[in-house]
């Protein structure tokens, strides 16, 4: 086998799945609420105990959200010209002739992904916590029914961007699933794709 290199350390692996396994629980629990599917309660026990699992279920992805600023803010937020030469070339991924630029850690796709997911999630996770809580602020009923609005349409934007993120993850780039499994890449897979990172690390 290739050489392997590092990617993901086992902290980022487990938070990783800590948040797609919150973040299913919350999806399937949230259509339930918003379709008020009756067939939840076979899943669930009931509309109650759904609501207490939907709740706390919010709290652990909202921890886990937090932990990843500390793995992934910092790189998403640095944009360079070849980052904006990769978005204007579509990654690559509408024509195989398409040469991009070489790539950091992450590649511009995975920063805006990224940037998307902490916006959205801190809406979701704020507007949802105002929704359970109410707490006592003057002209409540105002403010529960902006969270409502909030969440509902962060609830939307994520429904639409994390299959795409599992689609580019595993059917459109053969070998990236791996590094939320065992954390490693051949380095050939890692030259060919974040040549900078591999660069930077001097692999």
Do not use: C
């Not at 086992?10 to 797609?20: G, P, T």
């Not at 006592?136 to 939307?156: K, P, Q, T």
């Amino acid at each position: 086998m290739s050489n392997m290199v590092r990617k993901a350390n086992a902290f980022e692996i487990l938070n990783h799945w800590v948040l797609a396994v919150t973040f299913f629980i919350l999806a399937i629990s949230g259509f339930g609420f918003l379709f008020h599917l009756e067939q939840m309660n076979s899943l669930f026990g009931s509309f109650d105990q759904m609501r207490v699992i939907h709740n706390y279920a919010g709290l652990v992805f909202a921890v886990s959200l937090f932990l990843t600023i500390f793995n992934y803010l910092p790189v998403s937020l640095i944009f360079t010209g070849e980052d904006i030469i990769w978005i204007l070339k579509g990654g690559g991924y509408f024509s195989k002739g398409t040469t991009v630029p070489p790539q950091d850690r992450l590649n511009a796709g995975q920063k805006g992904y990224y940037l998307l997911l902490l916006l959205t999630g801190i809406a979701i996770a704020a507007s949802g916590l105002i929704i359970w809580l109410r707490p006592m602020i003057a002209d409540i009923n105002r403010w529960v029914l902006l969270s409502h609005l909030v969440h509902n349409i962060s609830f939307d934007v994520l429904l639409i961007a994390v299959p795409s993120h599992i689609y580019l993850a595993t059917l459109a780039n053969p070998g990236t699933f791996r590094i939320m499994v065992y954390g490693t890449v051949p380095l050939e897979w890692a030259k060919k794709r974040h040549a900078r990172w591999v660069e930077k690390k001097g692999y």
